[in-house]
């Protein structure tokens, strides 16, 4: 599934840049929940067939996700020290902090570091905001629900999500080797508050889509994926079938803006649960396919950094990229994750594997 996670990815990118020849693929908000789809695939996947010490699971889990957080965390801290040095009026991430963190109390500072250092805490964020006069946090119910919104003390705002992907990796051990009723129930409880939630009149982000009690029913959709895959009716499907569906279901995320369905983002939703078990099972032996994939994490991860650094070298040289800046976004942003993957992430990988291997001598 390497190359749908990379489209899924890319079409944050563009959410966040520009359309790509008009086109704006699946959007941000369907790209994260598809992600989150495919999430609750892989740890099923992994916690029934792989590991069995959840000590293991969860520290693993953390070394796949943070080295590669803390490397751009780093080089955008750099990025602001650099850009503090060449104006000494702005320092890009930094400002925020010189403007208003003196202000914060001891408790808001600790909380926001804590936050941008081991990202749990990053979604909250989205709910709160600042009081200068007393320097604490208060509930606002939107991202934006305060001068300045906190939001903007993140070094990474999009990493949110991942915030929400360990509090799904903390409780999936105790839910995705279930039955599959039991999965269907608590996927029931989960659209069950959504729909009450929206009945009060929260039907508005941070809501739809940050909340994870919500978004929990969504990663479970994908544990339903695995147990479909594990049916052995997936595995006597002739394999051009199973290329026929993976094929049809980059054409639907390529041009999703241009399909004329009526509830398109469920639609869509419910294809990636349905889809995933014959494409899963077509690619998974497939190294290619699996090293394209790893490239997703750190484009997502990467991309709003170098989009920053990009608009400040073409203001610093007097250039415009035009209609050609998302493209220049994705390729920088891909060849970024490629060197990253080769640096950092394969040599933790092999760690993390070893680990694994020695536990089960």
């Known amino acids: 599934m390497g190359i749908i996670r990379v489209l899924l ?56 996700l943070l ?7 780093i080089l955008a801290i750099g990025y602001s020290i650099f ?27 600790l909380f926001i570091v804590l936050a941008n250092l081991f990202v749990i805490g990053q979604d909250i964020i989205m709910y709160l905001g600042i009081d200068l006069q007393s320097g604490n946090l208060f509930y606002t119910g939107v991202f934006n629900g305060s001068e300045p919104p906190l939001y903007s003390f993140l070094f990474m705002p999009q990493a949110w999500t991942i915030s929400l992907e360990l509090m799904f990796y903390l409780i999936a051990p ?24 929206v009945n009060k009149g929260l039907n508005y982000d941070p809501w739809t889509y940050r909340f994870f009690p919500n978004e929990l029913s969504i990663f479970l959709m994908g544990a339903i994926s695995y147990k479909m895959y594990k049916r052995k009716f997936i595995a006597q499907i002739n394999s051009y079938w199973r290329l026929l569906i993976w094929i049809s279901f980059l054409i639907i995320t390529m041009l999703y803006q241009f399909i004329p369905w009526a509830g398109k983002p469920i639609i869509y939703l419910l294809i990636t649960m349905f889809s995933i078990p014959f494409i899963f099972h077509h ?79």
């Open 67 to 73: 080295p590669t957080y803390w490397f751009v965390l």
């Open 83 to 109: 850009i503090f040095a060449v104006n000494r009026e702005h320092a890009a991430y930094l400002d925020p902090y010189f403007d208003h963190f003196s202000e914060f109390s001891l408790l808001s500072k």
């Open 174 to 197: 105790f839910i995705v080797r279930r039955k599959t009723t039991t999965i269907l129930l608590f996927i029931s409880l989960s659209l069950l508050l959504r729909f009450i939630l």
């Open 283 to 361: 690619f998974k032996n497939n190294k290619l396919d699996t090293y394209i994939g790893e490239i997703s994490y750190p484009i997502y991860l990467s991309h709003l950094l170098i989009m920053v650094v990009m608009s400040f070298i073409s203001n610093f040289f007097g250039f415009s990229l035009g209609s050609e800046w998302s493209l220049s976004i994705i390729f920088i942003t891909i060849f970024f994750s490629l060197a990253t993957i080769q640096f950092i992430i394969k040599p933790i990988d092999k760690y993390r594997q070893n680990r694994i291997r020695a536990l089960n001598k």
């Open 9 to 64: 990815a890319i079409s944050v990118v563009i959410a966040h840049s520009m359309p790509v020849f008009g086109n704006t693929m699946v959007g941000g908000t369907l790209a994260v929940q598809a992600f989150y789809i495919i999430s609750g695939f892989y740890m099923a996947l992994i916690l029934n067939e792989k590991y069995n010490n959840y000590k293991l699971f969860i520290t693993n889990r953390l070394l796949r």
